[in-house]
């Protein structure tokens, strides 16, 4: 996998999902963070913005109306 012009948050994420490979926004922003983050904080939009950045590269994918997030299977 591309992993070149990620940033750290991005990077962190795709590990996370290749051990898990489907997660929330709020877990995903809890395992980079390393504490509970909530919702409508800084933490879990920063999470959030990684996300959408990598469903652009097409390297991840939304499940269940945004609600979950899986690696997608590589070509």
Same mark, same amino acid.
């Given at each position: 996998?591309?992993?070149?012009?990620?940033?750290?948050?991005?990077?962190?994420?795709?590990?996370?999902?290749?051990?898990?490979?489907?997660?929330?926004? +709020?877990?995903?922003?809890?395992?980079?963070?390393?504490?509970?983050?909530?919702?409508?904080? +800084?933490?879990? @939009? @920063?999470?959030?913005? @990684?996300?959408?950045?990598?469903?652009?590269?097409?390297?991840?994918?939304?499940?269940?109306?945004?609600?979950?997030?899986?690696? +997608?299977? +590589?070509?």
């Amino acid at each position: 996998m591309e992993t070149a012009g990620l940033s750290k948050n991005q990077k962190l994420i795709l590990q996370f999902l290749e051990v898990k490979p489907e997660m929330t926004t +709020k877990e995903l922003a809890e395992l980079v963070f390393g504490k509970p983050v909530e919702y409508q904080t +800084k933490e879990y @939009s @920063s999470v959030h913005r @990684s996300l959408l950045s990598l469903e652009r590269r097409r390297l991840i994918k939304r499940v269940q109306i945004q609600l979950r997030w899986k690696l +997608k299977a +590589k070509v």
